[in-house]
């Protein structure tokens, strides 16, 4: 399945991919600029996180590939690639209820913490991308 090979790219239709879970070794892109935003990307098989003007944004353990992430005020959707469960982090408004969705099947609801993070985990395989979306109640 494909990865990002450019680490981070602007997708025609207005959203950012980013991320190589293939990589053996750490790789990062900083001053991404989209939308008058920076983003900042670390990457390889063992992490891949996102920042958005020195904020954090995402995170998945092991690494992932993201397909455009479109991140409204009360959503955020994207799709997923990778070789095995990932454990996600996103970077959302704190205290806050979510619900989770992958493929459009409803995996529940959470809660982020006093910092704004949701950390959910999602079985991904290489094969198909897997749906993500994340809406706050």
């Known amino acids: 399945m494909a990865v990002i090979e450019e680490l981070i790219r602007k997708e025609s239709d207005g959203t950012i991919s980013f991320g190589n879970y293939k990589l053996d070794v750490k790789s990062k892109m900083s001053d991404f600029e989209h939308e008058g935003d920076l983003y900042k990307v670390k ?37 997923v690639v990778g070789l095995d469960t990932a454990q996600i982090t996103l970077e959302l408004e704190a205290e806050k209820d979510y619900e989770i969705f992958k493929n459009d099947s409803y995996l529940g609801k959470m809660k982020t913490n006093l910092g704004g993070k949701l950390v959910f985990s999602v079985d991904l395989n290489e094969e198909e991308k897997a749906f993500i979306k994340v809406v706050k109640l």
């Not at 390889?44 to 409204?72: C, Q, R």
């Open 43 to 79: 990457t390889y098989n063992k992490i891949t996180k996102l920042e958005k003007n020195g904020m954090f944004v995402y995170e998945s353990v092991p690494g992932t590939a993201v397909f455009h992430l479109n991140m409204k005020e009360n959503e955020v959707s994207y799709q």
